[in-house]
């Protein structure tokens, strides 16, 4: 079993700045690629950000790049997503979730992720 846990969000206004972190106990961490999905309201699950097991390929949705960036600290069991330039499309939910794929590679599929944190509200105000 392998607990989430999701902390960093707020509200915040456009251009502004959230680091939100995702720390992890239980099964070993450095096995399990991590993903980084939100939800809006009406809207469906999209995932924003992946990184695989060892850190070194990441994922992110097209609308965040340049601006999102995933990251994992091994020896702290936690994976970041510092999200600089934020804009109101991004509010939404965001979940942090785990999986492992054999391949160490990321899992780009809601169902690919066996364990979901409970989720983080993130507003941004225009």
């Known amino acids: 079993q392998v607990q989430l846990v999701e902390s960093g969000g707020g509200l915040v206004q456009a251009g502004d700045s959230l680091r939100l972190s995702c720390a992890t106990s239980?099964?070993?961490?450095?096995?399990?690629?991590v993903g980084w999905f939100r939800q809006a309201p009406g809207k469906e699950r999209e995932l924003v950000a992946a990184v695989n097991r060892n850190g070194d390929n990441t994922y992110y949705l097209d609308s965040v790049k340049g601006r999102f960036t995933i990251s994992r600290d091994n020896t702290k069991r936690t994976v970041f997503l510092q999200m600089n330039s934020l804009k109101p499309e991004d509010s939404a939910v965001y979940y942090c979730?785990?999986?492992?794929?054999?391949?160490?590679?990321?899992?780009?599929?809601?169902?690919?992720?066996?364990?979901w944190g409970q989720g983080i509200q993130v507003t941004v105000s225009s």
């Open positions: 239980g099964q070993t961490f450095s096995i399990l690629s």
């Open positions: 979730a785990a999986g492992i794929n054999i391949y160490g590679a990321i899992i780009r599929v809601a169902s690919g992720y066996i364990y």
